[in-house]
């Protein structure tokens, strides 16, 4: 899989530039590149016209380019001071920054794993500032950080500029880059598609840049509309919450209906996916099955009650060194009682009916890992039609799998709606959200704060709302 | 097809030749020496190993490993001849069992729902076994030592003087779990686990479950090994099973199944605990020192190790 | 939470450790009420080679691995010892076992480098070194045999100031204190325990994550080597097949010390008391009439006990 093909990247002495891009358009790659974990197959880097290769982060932070992470690289079982004196930081210079930050009281001696998530992005940022690097690349650090302390990193921020450095700045939120870069690089598809200024009403620009091409408007023609759904909910979700990032998400989802779920990484849906496929126990409120409230322990009791999951992780579904049969007839033999003689004959028709409907390329199925990915999904996805369902959960099921493969996956989700499944439809890339829904619901901070139909669900609408800026009266062009 | 591909298809088939060649090394340093009687010598030799070998298949194949096996082997053995002259030999049997059981059992507690390391959970019982049978050996000091007659014929004894009795045992056995590894549910799970934990778990699969049984199985044919070899040597002691333990693993990984889980079957390990029988009295015939055998067999469990790992990536 | 509180916890096995093993003592002295300066001698003597194959357990285990060839090595170290001893002067002797802990250093390395250029994982790698090293013990020395200096042998033996304090207790200090202070107080100790604990956030750090994993296998044959010579001090003699004992007794020893087998947490001190307390188990059932085999029973009971308890624990945690 090619997740970068030509990403182009300035960034000027004094300035902050953020890098854009929607999940999966190669920016988490092109940062592994950035600071030597991985080593790119063409082009080259540069730092103050001199050109780099980096085979460790050590590497690059000797060049002069130091990274903070969203989960920051502390050891958790080190202190504070061990932490500094392993990445060879000077602690009195750390300290000066953290008082800034104001943690003057905190105590070197205490061990990282004792401190909260926000504190110890505060102190790697410290680490990193303490550096001196002529590049700071921030990596999504202000994500679910409080405002008071976000307010430090943006300050941090404006003097490295103001000292003549550079800052590279990721972000999901279109608010603070307007208020803290200077320019914005746009990534799409591992391609640089635009260098924005983002503080002159650059942020329609930037957005329009990140979707791309305009959607095809006549993409969903020839797929039915459902029948108009009746009877109780499928899936009925109230008040839940489950840990920080999933606040409070309630919505009804009828048989014949696939709802779509918009959001930025980390706003509460994974938490609200483990929750409905049972892997994690909610902190409160209630999951309605057809009616009936559901309490899983384990993902099995979904199952029994018909919910099962498309994971967007394929590595994490698959069994990479089975065949895709056995692939597939793995919830067959899920219960005790399975455990016996295989009823192969059966078995193989299942399978087979379900092979077939998905369309997947079986040349390779003796060993699942060495299929296409968009072959892997379609496994993934083929396992609960023969295995039997009421409502399918699709979380990113289309990231990194080509078009054709996408519209067969879509069709697919609207053919099941049509006989009488529900589908809840998380998706990244939000102009396939008509595609394949019929309502849309949008996901911020933990909750819902948007719904509308998904036919008038453009993508600069969802984005906006996904940002968590108010929906305009009027939609750019 | 690569080279790599070949082999990873075919180590079956290549593994199968190695163990033709080794007989013709022998027939070629040896004239005379392979003989049906030597075949049928062979094959009783490797019904223990192959048997034991069976349980840690189960167990690579599941992610896992067993290094109790040669405790628990010897302590049902041990068992067996201690009881047999009051119990009776069905019951002395029966009790040799279930103390294999019973080990495999608490392997598959520790490992299953209390996630403890196999390799940890399975010494510690293993320490507990060995010493439990000491202890015990030394409570029962006078008491008459029986290997009762139909053990005897099972390790030792050979049908019309050619077939051993053990091979009766055996390669029903082996056919359960070759067929039981490719056509039950039970088998289907033991790959998956291996394969893949939070798969089987996103399926609806209890892991815990499917974990607990296999070291219970494992336990189970240790216990039979044992059996079997008091049969063969027709005395119990302590320390019967203990060099049986490295070749277990070793013939496992030797016949393709995977240290990680996931791939692999009873079919090599066959071929496997085969190929180190005949080593094995291969090296004999040399008069090998027992130490390089030792450090023979490490070197092949690494180098094979090594192989597979590259392989497969 | 409070500095003590938190000071506690961290170095809970220091607290607790020295307490078990004055309970332990004060038990043996009740069973036994004869126990005298003579029989702590023979136990700091006893407990010497298992404290060393402890640490050089705890210096991989801390890294995030695991040497199950521990006990070959020092087997290997003891047949040589023994046989190149045989008829040496003291003098000699000491020379001798400096090449000897060279070797160790060295078969560390081996171990290390193949397990880095293999990518097996630890588990197997050691495993089948193990065997192999074991093979080479076998090879040195077939029989239990060879012998030293007597005048080496008695650097374990004796005591000092009027009997309070056994030599073999003074040597296991001097000796761990020698190896491991420098190794834990450099950036090597540091880049050990950061690996261990999370590799990840070690390697972005900036650490040569496999050059560490390498070194501590390096220190780990120097505890192992000198844990061999140990040996040859309580023993006299070299034997080539006491290599298997102290592979599983020594991981019991970190177990039951309180350093997590997943890495990263734990320290030196806490292995070595686990050590006399493993060594005491055995002592006080000869004392109390019971056979003394029920030792090995208890040992893999509470290794059993150990991880499991760690196990719960962890499962604990996660389903708050």
Avoid at chain 2, 161 to 175: E, K, N, Q, R, T
Avoid at chain 2, 279 to 290: F, G, H
Avoid at chain 3, 49 to 75: K, N
Avoid at chain 3, 205 to 216: C, D, I, M, N, P
Wanted: charged share 15%; aromatic share 6%; proline share 5%.
């Amino acid at each position: 899989m090619v997740a970068l093909r030509a990403a182009d990247l300035q960034v000027r002495a004094g300035e902050v530039h953020a890098l854009m891009g929607a999940n999966g358009a190669g920016k988490s790659t092109l940062v592994k590149m950035l600071t030597g974990v991985l080593r790119p197959d063409g082009g080259s880097i540069s730092i103050r016209g001199t050109p780099r290769r980096f085979r460790s982060p050590l590497a690059a932070r000797q060049a002069g380019l130091v990274s903070v992470y969203q989960d920051p690289a502390l050891v958790p079982d080190l202190t504070i001071a061990q932490n500094l004196r392993l990445a060879r930081t000077p602690p009195d210079v750390v300290r000066q920054w953290l008082g800034r930050f104001g943690f003057s009281a905190l105590d070197f001696a205490t061990a990282v794993r004792e401190l909260p998530l926000p504190t110890l992005r505060l102190i790697d940022l410290a680490r990193a500032l303490a550096a001196e690097p002529d590049i700071l690349l921030l990596d999504e650090i202000t994500a679910a950080l409080p405002p008071d302390l976000a307010e430090h990193v943006y300050a941090a921020a404006r003097q490295w500029r103001s000292l003549g450095r550079s800052v590279i700045f990721i972000s999901h939120r279109l608010a603070e880059i307007a208020a803290l870069c200077d320019r914005a690089t746009v990534l799409r598809d591992g391609v640089t598609v635009g260098v924005v200024e983002p503080a002159q009403g650059g942020e329609e620009r930037i957005v329009a840049l990140m979707l791309g091409a305009p959607p095809e408007a006549a993409a969903r023609a020839g797929i039915a509309a459902a029948a108009a759904p009746s009877g109780p909910p499928a899936l009925e979700v109230q008040a839940l919450r489950c840990g920080e990032k999933l606040r409070d998400v309630s919505f009804a989802l009828r048989a014949g209906e696939v709802l779509g779920l918009a959001a930025l990484e980390g706003q509460g849906q994974e938490e609200l996916f483990d929750c409905l496929a049972g892997l994690r126990r909610p902190d409160a409120g209630a999951i309605l099955a057809a009616g009936a409230p559901q309490h899983f322990h384990h993902p099995a009791d979904a199952i029994r009650a018909g919910l099962v999951l498309v994971p967007a992780d394929r590595v994490r579904a698959l069994l990479p060194q089975r065949s895709v049969h056995e692939n597939i007839a793995l919830p067959l033999v899920r219960r005790l009682r399975d455990w016996g003689g295989l009823p192969m004959r059966a078995e193989r028709a299942r399978v087979a009916e379900a092979v077939r409907r998905l369309q997947i390329d079986t040349r390779a199925a003796a060993e699942v890992k060495r299929l296409s990915g968009g072959n892997q999904q379609k496994v993934v996805i083929a396992r609960w039609l023969a295995c039997g369902f009421r409502t399918l959960l699709c979380f990113d099921p289309t990231r990194g799998i080509d078009i054709g493969t996408k519209r067969q996956i879509y069709a697919l989700l609207r053919e099941l709606a049509a006989s009488g499944a529900a589908v809840l439809l998380f998706t990244s890339e939000l102009s396939e959200i008509p595609l394949a829904c019929d309502r849309v619901a949008v996901l911020f901070g933990g909750r819902i704060v948007a719904g509308m139909p998904a036919a008038g669900a453009d993508e600069a609408t969802l984005l906006r709302a996904a940002h968590g800026l108010r929906a305009r009266a009027e939609a750019p062009a | 097809m690569t080279l790599a591909a070949f082999l990873r298809e075919r180590s079956l088939l290549v593994l199968a030749l190695l163990l033709a060649l080794l007989v013709g090394i022998i027939t070629v340093v040896r004239p005379g020496t392979v003989t049906p009687d030597w075949i049928a010598n062979t094959l009783l030799f490797a019904v223990p190993l192959g048997l034991m070998a069976g349980g840690e298949t189960l167990l690579l194949l599941a992610g896992g490993i067993d290094l109790s096996v040669a405790s628990v082997a010897s302590g049902a053995a041990y068992l067996l001849s201690s009881n047999a002259a009051p119990l009776g030999t069905t019951l002395a049997v029966l009790l040799g069992l279930a103390a294999g059981l019973l080990v495999g059992l608490l392997n598959g507690v520790g490992v299953a729902i209390f996630r403890v390391q196999p390799l940890v959970m399975t010494l510690g019982t293993g320490l507990m076994a060995q010493g439990a049978l000491v202890v015990y050996s030394q409570k029962i000091i006078g008491q008459e030592q029986l290997v009762p007659r139909a053990v005897a014929t099972l390790g030792s004894g050979k049908f019309a003087g050619l077939v051993p009795y053990a091979l009766f045992l055996w390669l029903p056995l082996a056919l359960l779990l070759i067929l039981g590894l490719r056509r039950s549910g039970f088998g289907r799970l033991l790959y998956a686990v291996g394969d893949n934990e939070a798969a089987c778990r996103l399926s609806g699969v209890r892991v815990w479950r499917v974990l607990l049984a296999a070291y219970a199985a494992c336990g189970l044919l240790a216990a039979v090994a044992g059996i079997v070899l008091v049969g063969t040597t027709n005395a119990a002691d302590l320390s019967l099973a203990n060099v049986y333990l490295l070749p277990a693993i070793a013939a496992a990984i030797i016949g393709g199944t995977s240290i990680f889980g996931g791939r692999g079957g009873y079919g090599g390990t066959i071929v496997g605990a085969l190929f180190l029988t005949v080593l094995d009295s291969l090296l004999t015939l040399l008069n090998a020192p027992e130490p390089v055998k030792q450090m023979l067999y490490g070197g092949v469990i690494l180098a094979l190790a090594a192989a597979y790992t590259r392989l497969t990536d | 939470m409070t500095r003590p509180g938190r000071l506690l916890r961290r170095h809970a096995a220091l607290l607790v450790m020295p307490m078990l093993v004055a309970l332990f003592l004060a038990a043996t002295v009740a069973i036994h009420p004869a126990f005298g300066a003579f029989d702590v001698q023979s136990l700091a003597l006893g407990a010497l080679p298992l404290a060393l194959a402890a640490a050089a357990q705890t210096v991989v285990v801390l890294s995030g691995g695991i040497d199950l060839s521990v006990g070959s090595l020092m087997a290997v170290a003891n047949v040589v010892a023994a046989r190149t001893m045989q008829h040496a002067g003291f003098g000699q002797s000491l020379g001798l076992a400096a090449l000897i802990v060279l070797g160790g250093a060295a078969s560390g390395a081996v171990n290390g480098a193949v397990l880095v250029a293999s990518r097996v994982p630890d588990v197997v790698v050691t495993l089948a070194a193990g065997f192999i090293w074991g093979g080479i013990a076998l090879l040195i020395l077939e029989q239990p045999g060879g012998g030293a200096p007597d005048a080496f042998l008695n650097l374990g033996a004796g005591t000092l100031f009027d009997g309070l304090v056994p030599n073999a207790l003074v040597l296991l200090i001097v000796v761990v204190a020698a190896i491991w202070l420098p190794v834990r107080s450099s950036r090597l100790g540091l880049t050990l325990y950061a690996i261990g604990s999370d590799r990840t956030a070690a390697f972005r750090s900036g650490v040569a994550v496999e050059r560490t994993r390498f070194l501590a296998y390096v220190v780990g044959g120097v505890f192992s080597a000198v844990g061999g010579l140990a040996l040859t001090m309580t023993t006299g003699i070299g034997s080539p097949l006491a290599g298997t004992y102290y592979t599983l007794s020594g991981l019991a020893a970190v177990v039951v010390g309180g350093v997590s087998l997943t890495g990263g947490r734990g320290g030196m001190t806490g292995p070595m008391f686990a050590a006399y307390i493993l060594t005491l188990i055995p002592t006080d059932l000869i004392f109390l009439n019971i056979d003394p085999n029920f030792g090995q029973v208890i040992q893999g009971t509470l290794i059993v006990l150990v991880v499991m308890g760690g196990g719960l624990a962890t499962l604990l945690r996660q389903r708050p």
